[in-house]
């Protein structure tokens, strides 16, 4: 079956740095968009970042634009999210997503991972 597995979150500093990981087997990784979602207490989840299946496009929420970077390794089946500058609003549980379609929606995502927390203190 599909798995994503994400890691890489933790506590860090306002100003600080995260690399999140997420890795996926039981499925044609090469064929799959990526995306990278958050949910903060009490908030809906939202769109951070998106990578093509070749990973020639991406695309970011204005909010994290010039602070965060989206990649992949096709080859080890890896997506990552490179957070610089984090601050306190940044903090939520992450999740990956694999979905056909490069888009901000998380409808349009087929599989989930089960989230790593990220905690920025100010």
């Known amino acids: 079956q599909v798995q994503l597995v994400e890691s890489g979150g933790g506590l860090v500093q306002a100003g600080g740095s995260l690399r999140l990981s997420c890795a996926a087997s039981?499925?044609?990784?090469?064929?799959?968009?990526m995306g990278w979602f958050r949910q903060a207490p009490g908030k809906e989840r939202e769109f951070v970042s998106a990578?093509?299946?070749?990973?020639?496009?991406?695309y970011s929420a204005d909010s994290v634009k010039g602070r965060f970077t989206i990649s992949r390794d096709n080859a080890k089946k890896m997506v990552y999210l490179q957070m610089n500058s984090l601050e306190p609003e940044d903090t939520a549980v992450y999740y990956c997503?694999?979905?056909?379609?490069?888009?901000?929606?998380?409808?349009?995502?087929?599989?989930w991972g089960q989230g790593t927390q990220v905690t920025v203190s100010s």
């Open positions: 997503a694999a979905g056909t379609v490069l888009t901000y929606k998380s409808a349009a995502y087929n599989y």
């Open positions: 039981g499925l044609t990784f090469s064929s799959y968009a």
């Open positions: 990578i093509s299946s070749t990973g020639i496009s991406t």
